[in-house]
């Protein structure tokens, strides 16, 4: 990163780009960016911080695409009818992605930590970043999710990136749009493989390539079948492997103790017991210490230390954040999207006493129509007859999309199955139906990704209390 160049960030309040956007910025880049939402005057407390932290934002008309610009930056979700890239095509100005663009910066790291797989990924490089900087080896990172460790206050939009040392890098891995294929890490980690936004056929021949490409060590889930085959196959590195219910990995947890907030556990490693106790709660966040904690092995680092720092670990923005609670309502939010990581939540949820309601709003009318069954699936297996799911439309982001499967069919599909399951043409409907069912002990539970407001809109149903 030490050739300053101009970037334009076409789509720089994505939750994968901002990130990137802040840390090039940060590293002396000239950096202009453009997004329909601060055109539609979406999120503007997000869209001020871009600007206060030096980012200069333009409408996304083609105005902000000019020549002294030296690359267009864009999201696999951004399409060639886009004015910035008409612009950046008639300027003959190259178009990357924003996940070629971060594996530069990534692989130009002597020590280069990846954290992939379809679930967990962003709570992992939380954990591992936090450890690492509380241990004061100065990590730089970045994630796609808000590490609240690096939050200056409540109002912090950039605490997914963080800017340390050049030669230690920890970065989250997109398999969805299939950057993961750009970097070349020397510590790999994988912590699952399930269906999400690729085949299992594509993203096995994703994941096992990028564990081909470690140069030092792969940590690998061996509680995850798949995952274990797929390292034994196309690893060539030392292996460090973790899980609960598989004894022979190295690192296993043992007497699982949860609690509301959290959890306790004993670390069995190479021989040696130690007790954890983690300020999240659930037992895939003791899958995901376990993997973190693995890294700290892989690097030579202390034990004691490591589980220290992975103990300060506040979690990551909507990943289960508690939100409030008001006339005995409580209200979390959840980034939970794909059917892995919604029945992780609700099996760690419905662990406590208390009714659920849960609005999740699907992240897209083609994950939907993919995971449609495998969604159906996970709320059938885990909403109890009190429970109650709603369901607005699918979030579009506009473009061309087939939305021949609809948030509707779900639902249709749920109450012939006797969930107590609603459908709403609109979110807006929503908080009115919460005022006149939620009651005392009731949990709400606002669930989806990719929407920014989702969690603006977790403060609101709060507020109407």
Not at 313 to 335: A, L, P
């Amino acid at each position: 990163m030490s050739d300053h160049k101009s970037y334009c960030f076409c789509g720089v309040g994505g939750s994968g780009m901002m990130p990137l956007a802040v840390l090039l910025q940060k590293a002396e880049h000239h950096i202009v960016g453009s997004d329909r939402s601060y055109d539609q005057g979406k999120t503007p407390e997000k869209f001020q911080a871009l600007k206060d932290s030096g980012i200069e934002l333009f409408p996304q008309d083609g105005s902000a695409v000019t020549d002294n610009i030296d690359v267009l930056v864009v999201s696999s979700a951004i399409e060639d009818t886009i004015p910035d890239v008409k612009r950046a095509k008639e300027l003959n100005i190259p178009i990357l992605t924003r996940g070629k663009i971060l594996a530069e910066c990534f692989n130009a790291a002597e020590h280069k930590i990846a954290i992939a797989g379809t679930s967990g990924k962003s709570t992992v490089t939380g954990m591992v970043a936090t450890m690492l900087a509380e241990m004061g080896e100065d990590p730089t990172v970045v994630n796609g999710g808000g590490i609240r460790n690096f939050q200056s206050d409540a109002a912090d939009k950039f605490s997914g990136i963080r800017k340390g040392r050049d030669d230690l890098f920890v970065a989250e891995m997109d398999e969805s749009d299939g950057s993961i294929a750009h970097y070349n890490p020397s510590i790999a980690l994988l912590n699952n493989i399930a269906l999400d936004h690729k085949t299992m056929k594509e993203l096995e021949q994703l994941f096992g390539d990028y564990l081909g490409r470690a140069t030092t060590a792969v940590i690998v889930n061996y509680d995850q079948p798949r995952v274990k085959s797929l390292c034994e196959m196309r690893s060539r590195s030392r292996i460090i492997s973790y899980g609960i219910d598989d004894d022979f990995a190295n690192l296993v947890a043992l007497d699982l103790v949860p609690s509301a907030y959290g959890i306790t556990f004993s670390l069995k490693a190479y021989g040696k017991i130690y007790p954890v106790t983690l300020n999240v709660p659930g037992r895939h966040n003791v899958e995901n210490a376990l993997a973190a904690l693995a890294v700290c092995f892989a690097m030579g680092l202390d034990a004691g230390k490591a589980i220290a720092s992975i103990e300060a670990f506040k979690g990551i923005h909507r990943r289960m954040e508690y939100i409030g609670t008001k006339n005995g309502i409580s209200v979390i939010d959840d980034f939970a999207h794909n059917p892995d990581k919604i029945s992780a939540s609700l099996q760690t949820l419905k662990s406590f006493d208390g009714r659920l309601i849960v609005m999740f709003q699907p992240h897209g009318f083609g994950p939907l129509r993919m995971m449609r069954q495998e969604l159906v699936n996970a709320f059938e297996t885990y909403l109890g007859a009190d429970d109650i799911l709603l369901m607005p439309e699918a979030y579009y982001a506009g473009g061309t999309v087939d939305r021949s499967v609809t948030a509707k069919h779900l639902i249709d599909d749920l109450t012939a199955k006797d969930v107590q399951a609603h459908w709403f043409a609109t979110r807006e409907e929503i908080p009115s139906f919460l005022k006149d069912n939620a009651k005392e002990g009731d949990r709400i539970v606002i669930m989806g990704a990719r929407d920014d407001t989702l969690h603006s809109f977790a403060h609101d149903v709060l507020g109407a209390f």
